[in-house]
């Protein structure tokens, strides 16, 4: 674990408001020198939903349930009985709430993201250079990679096209 002192402090601070200071896999480059064989297979495996490794069993259940939330309040908005049995709790009621109204989905990506992040930091705590700060470090860059497929541009780009289609449809009647 000695290691870990230049790696985590070379690490630059992750933020939901900026930018991905570099790709996972160049992380995983940064990792791999550092870390035991079986850590490194488990950070080359992860995903959001993983339960290998520390602190990922109580991320993948608080993600889990953020998701299930999302789906639940989904579902009412459209009338639509939700089957699945989750843990309910009122603040991730609250975030999907809230998300769910955003004026667009880049906003409500922003509202999950930070709840997210703020959700790892406490799952994290006062761990510093150690297995469950670099896992957290990891989750975290894979939320800002998922974030960073969102493109604004594109995403008004593909919604004027799908707009265009149905107007083409609807004229065609």
């Known amino acids: ?38 850590k490194y297979e488990c950070l080359k495996n992860l995903t959001l939903s993983s339960e290998e490794g520390p602190i990922m069993k109580e991320w993948a259940a608080s993600y889990k349930n953020l998701m299930s939330e999302l789906n ?22 609250q975030v999907a709430g809230a998300a769910l109204a955003a004026k667009n ?6 509202i999950l993201l930070d709840y997210e992040f703020d959700n790892l930091d406490s ?23 998922r974030q960073s497929c969102f493109v604004q541009s594109k995403g008004q780009k593909e919604f004027k096209r799908l707009f265009d289609q149905v107007q083409q449809r609807v004229y065609s009647l």
């Open 105 to 110: 989905p880049l906003e409500a990506e922003k």
């Open 1 to 38: 674990m000695a290691s870990y002192y230049y790696l985590i402090s070379s690490l630059p601070d992750l933020r939901t408001d900026g930018e991905m200071p570099f790709s996972y896999e160049e992380f995983l480059g940064m990792c791999q020198s550092n870390v035991s064989e079986s």
């Open 72 to 93: 639940y309040q989904r579902s009412v908005n459209l009338g639509r009985p939700y089957l699945a049995s989750y843990d309910k709790d009122s603040v991730t009621a």
């Open 123 to 145: 799952l994290v705590g006062l761990h510093t250079f150690d297995d469950v700060y670099l896992f957290g470090y990891a989750i975290k860059l894979k939320l800002l990679e």
